[in-house]
Every structure is written in C-alpha cells, then in structure tokens.
C-alpha cells in the first residue's frame, strides 16, 4: 500500500502547511509559557509533565490530521476512525492537561466566554451534544455531505474538536468549579459518554451494506481525495492510473473495511475512556483520600477529666 500511496504526492503525504502550523501552535506555547509569561502575570513555567503532554498532543495531532493517515481516512473507513478517536477523544485530554491553568483562566473567565462556558460544560448539556454530534456526522448522508466539500469538512471537524473539548470539561476542567465534584458522578459521566457513543458504532458495524458513498462510488471517492490531493495531481491520476476506488490501496472489501472501523472506534474508545475511568477510581480510593482526619488538639479527653 505505501508505494501506491507514494502516487498521490510530497503534498498529500505529508501536509506541509499542515506542519508549519502545527510547529507555530509549539512555538506560540513555548513564548507564551515561557519567556514571555510574565507579560501575563507572575506565573510559574509549566511542569516537565504539562508539557510533555502539550507536545505528544501536537505530534499525534500532525500524525492523524497531517502524515499519510490524513490520506488514508479518504481511503478507507479504518483510518478514519482511528483519526476520529484520537482528534476527538485523545488530543483533547492532553491539550487540557498540557495548558497551565492560567492560561485557561486568561481565556475562559472572559465576560463574554465565561457564561457560555458555564453553559456548554454542563455535564448534560456536554455529552449529548458531544455524542450527537458525532452520531450526527457518522449518518451516510452527512458524512458524504462533509466529504464533498472542504469547507464543510474542515468546519464540521472544528466543530467537533471543539465539543471533542468541552466533554471533557466536567471530568478535567483546569477550572475546578466547571468539575463533577464527586467522583461517583465523574463515575456515571463517563459511563453515559460510552453508552452514548455506541449507537453510532453499532450501526456501522452490523451494517450489512456499505454505507458511506465515499468509499464505495468511485466518484464520491475521488471527490473525498479532493479534500487533500493537490487538484494537477489528482487530474493526472485520474486520467493516467485510473484509479476508481479505495480497493486499488486495500485488500478489504469496502463492507469488511466499515465493519472493522466501527470495531476499532468502539475499542479505542473503551479503552480511553477505562484509564480515565480507573484513574477517577485510584483518586477516590487512594491512601490519602482514605486517611482519618486526627482529634483536634483542642477536644478534651473526658477520660482525663474523669
């Protein structure tokens, strides 16, 4: 497959624009949490750990948005999903822990932004649009719509990235009041946001037809490389390998394609969201959450009275 990939050109491979922005996002949080940071205030740098994370958040976001799997989610359903689970779920939660507090602060706690934040992060309010939403794009007749027409692409994907965000700001909010402040309930959150994702999945993967045009009508397949190949390079492909489908690049068929992409999406999104789960657990039940506060000094023994 990758010398056939090779076909579609530097451009499509690699997202060079792509890139430059990506190290410019870096470079913006390196000054503005760095060197530049008291401009802002008097502020710590941010931990070895928050930036580790900030860092490993803006190399998957260039892998699965800007290297060749970018190519392959118009190729095949597969990579798709593995582009969506970790857009949507696995570069938001390191973004949110990568960013020091006060720069969320800085932004959030806005006059205009605060009260729509306080909003939009309602536990409810957020994982239903969060989960509908994506149920929403995964229906055959929007996900072609988006595949049609960059515009509609890049806006629907912002959209989501954004709602990618505020689910999960009830569970991490670097602002603690925004935060379930019981574990029990960050507990039944993360429950609902699995159980909610899974109608989606389960229509892809019992699906006995190929649902999504595409990756199964040649022209709606071209249309979707559209969205990544350069239009000469396309052209000549077109004209000089005819190429007609994603079967050219994949020994699945189009049906088994679909059937293991919803798999996979299921998968990686349990797995997800099991660490956050386990890690709400372990804060619950660690040894400092347990331990017995001591008697004040100041009660009386009455024993001693006696």
């Not at 740098?45 to 190399?59: D, E, R, V, W």
């Not at 306080?118 to 794009?137: D, E, G, H, Q």
């Not at 956050?276 to 023994?301: G, H, Q, R």
Request: glycine share 6%; hydrophobic share 55%.
């Amino acid at each position: 497959m990758w010398l056939n990939l090779q076909l579609f050109g530097f451009r499509a491979l690699w997202s060079p624009y792509f890139l430059l922005f990506v190290i410019a996002v870096g470079v913006t949080y390196f000054l503005i949490t760095g060197p530049l940071r008291h401009k802002f205030g008097n502020h710590d740098n941010p931990t070895a750990k928050q930036q580790s994370f900030f860092y490993i958040g803006l190399i998957l976001l260039y892998i699965v948005k800007g290297s060749p799997i970018d190519l392959l989610t118009h190729i095949t359903l597969t990579a798709h999903m593995i582009q969506m689970a970790i857009y949507l779920i696995v570069f938001p939660i390191l973004m949110i822990k990568g960013i020091p507090t006060w720069v969320w602060k800085r932004v959030l706690l806005k006059p205009i932004i605060k009260p729509l934040m306080k909003v939009l992060t309602f536990p409810l309010i957020s994982i239903l649009l969060f989960n509908a939403l994506f149920s929403l794009y995964h229906l055959p007749f929007i996900f072609n719509l988006t595949k049609a027409s960059p515009f509609v692409h890049t806006s629907f994907h912002l959209v989501l990235l954004l709602f990618g965000f505020l689910v999960w700001f009830p569970i991490m909010s670097p602002i603690k009041e925004w935060q379930i402040s019981h574990p029990l309930g960050k507990i039944f959150y993360i429950f609902g946001n699995s159980v909610l994702i899974t109608p989606a999945c389960v229509l892809i993967i019992f699906a006995d037809v190929p649902l999504f045009a595409a990756y199964s009508s040649s022209g709606a397949w071209i249309q979707a490389l559209a969205l990544c190949v350069p239009s000469d390079i396309l052209t000549g492909l077109t004209s000089s390998f005819q190429i007609s489908g994603p079967e050219m690049f994949s020994s699945m068929s189009t049906l088994e394609d679909q059937q293991l992409g919803g798999i996979i999406m299921k998968i990686m999104q349990e797995i997800i969201y099991g660490v956050i789960l386990a890690k709400v657990f372990y804060a619950w039940f660690s040894p400092e959450t347990l331990k017995i506060d001591p008697l004040p000094k100041t009660v009386i023994n009455t024993n001693d009275v006696n």
